[in-house]
T-cell receptor, first 114, second 114 residues
Framework: GAGVSQSPSNKVTEKGKDVELRCDPI?????LYWYRQSLGQGLEFLIY????????KSGLPSDRFSAERTGGSVSTLTIQRTQQEDSAVYLC????????????FGPGTRLLVL | AQSVAQPEDQVNVAEGNPLTVKCTYS??????LFWYVQYPNRGLQFLLK??????LVKGSYGFEAEFNKSQTSFHLKKPSALVSDSALYFC????????????FGSGTQLTVLP
């Protein structure tokens, strides 16, 4: 079956603009994760969704970041009033078997804030 | 808290020689450990994981890793390196008692020289 897909693959925006990043998980996967990969910070966890439970937002760096997951499938990560330090690759992953699950990653969205 | 260390930013090895990429971890309970590989401008690709059982785990593309509880290590190995193995390798850990998200090491750039 298809893997995790993300769109757009690249996004260039101006400082202060809002951006939306989309993730389509593997069909049937109940868990969905967002991570950020940047040169200075490595790979860092942002937010986690599991089924219909309240998301774990503990990794979101500021209130400019938010995410939602509609119908237990597609997720959108929104960054408001983007800053240059938001420039990074945003990776989405999905998984299906609880704590022993393997997380499968999408190709990422490369965000550049000018 | 969970953490991972990859002490080497860069590993160079000649094609045909064995390779080792080092990883040590810290968790409060029994760890779940993972290795991922990232090729340029691509997402993370799963290689192998240790959950329980045999300390030697075999994964994709001839890679294996050995879980050593006393040394809190999970080094990635391959008996004979290929030029195509050149990529960025990430070790990750999850403490099943406390978190669903993965905590990643800083990554090791492996270069296999022809």
């Amino acid at each position: 079956g298809a893997g995790v897909s993300q769109s757009p693959s690249n996004k260039v925006t101006e400082k202060g603009k809002d951006v939306e990043l989309r993730c389509d998980p593997i069909s049937g996967h109940t868990a969905l994760y967002w991570y950020r990969q940047s040169l200075g910070q490595g790979l860092e966890f942002l937010i986690y969704f599991q089924g219909n439970s309240a998301p774990d937002k503990s990794g979101l760096p500021s209130d400019r970041f938010s995410a939602e997951r509609t119908g237990g499938s597609v997720s959108t990560l929104t960054i408001q009033r983007t800053q240059q330090e938001d420039s990074a690759v945003y990776l989405c992953a999905s998984g299906s078997r609880g704590f022993q699950e393997t997380q499968y990653f999408g190709p990422g969205t490369r965000l550049l804030v000018l | 808290a969970q953490s991972v260390a990859q002490p080497e930013d860069q590993v160079n090895v000649a094609e045909g020689n064995p390779l080792t990429v080092k990883c040590t971890y810290s968790v409060s309970g029994n760890p779940y450990l993972f290795w991922y590989v990232q090729y340029p401008n691509r997402g993370l690709q799963f290689l192998l994981k240790y959950i329980t059982g045999d300390n030697l785990v075999k994964g994709s593309y001839g890679f294996e890793a050995e879980f050593n509880k006393s040394q809190t290590s999970f080094h990635l190995k391959k008996p004979s390196a290929l030029v195509s193995d050149s990529a960025l390798y990430f070790c990750a850990v999850r403490d099943p008692g406390s978190a669903r998200q993965l905590t990643f090491g800083s990554g090791t750039q492996l270069t296999v020289l022809p």
